[in-house]
């Protein structure tokens, strides 16, 4: 981890006010180096490497406390899958529906024109999911053909709404 991302990381949690701790450091830590939307098992995983007594608790507060300061965006998915995305600027997603690769999309790469449509809401964000095939899965089909599942490049496909 370079002396800048570590200033980035104890600026985005003193801005935020929260206390800069271990495992609030170690999880922001592990999301600014794996762009992934991972898990929280997945996230509490690569923190109990470092923090072996990092109980699975203290993984999940921590989470709740960044998403609510605003540091952290979660994505639900069917099923209860929770993915974390520490890219909180204005972006959407798209997923594979094969493989379930979940990506970033600027925003900018998709023309949303729905504020004016909803005057009896108060409209805060909209986000959009691109649904598709990616480019190995597109390959994949090409080389292989549609009835076979060749999912396992990247895992399990699921489906992800934004809640803030």
Same mark, same amino acid.
């Given at each position: 981890m370079s002396a800048d991302v570590?200033?980035?990381? !104890?600026?985005? *949690?003193r801005a935020a006010g929260l206390k800069v701790t271990p495992q609030?450091?170690?999880v922001l830590d592990y999301l600014w180096s794996n762009r992934t939307h991972p898990t929280a098992e997945e996230i509490e995983a690569a923190v109990n490497q470092r923090f072996p007594c990092a109980s699975r608790a203290t993984v999940y507060n921590t989470?709740?406390?960044?998403? !609510?300061?605003? *540091?952290?965006?979660e994505l639900y998915g069917q099923g209860g899958v929770t993915r974390y995305d520490i890219k909180v600027e204005p972006h959407h997603h798209f997923i594979c529906r094969r493989c379930g690769q979940l990506e970033d999309i600027e925003a900018s790469a998709v023309q949303?024109?729905?504020?004016?449509k909803f005057s009896d809401y108060?409209?805060?964000s909209i986000e959009v999911v691109v649904r598709g095939l990616c480019g190995e899965c597109q390959r994949d089909l090409e080389n292989q053909g549609e009835g076979e599942n060749h999912a396992e490049h990247r895992g399990e496909s699921d489906s992800f709404e934004y809640r803030s």
């Open positions: 570590r200033e980035i990381i !104890e600026g985005q *949690l609030r450091y170690a989470l709740h406390a960044l998403h !609510e300061a605003g *540091l952290v965006q949303v024109e729905a504020r004016e108060q409209v805060e």
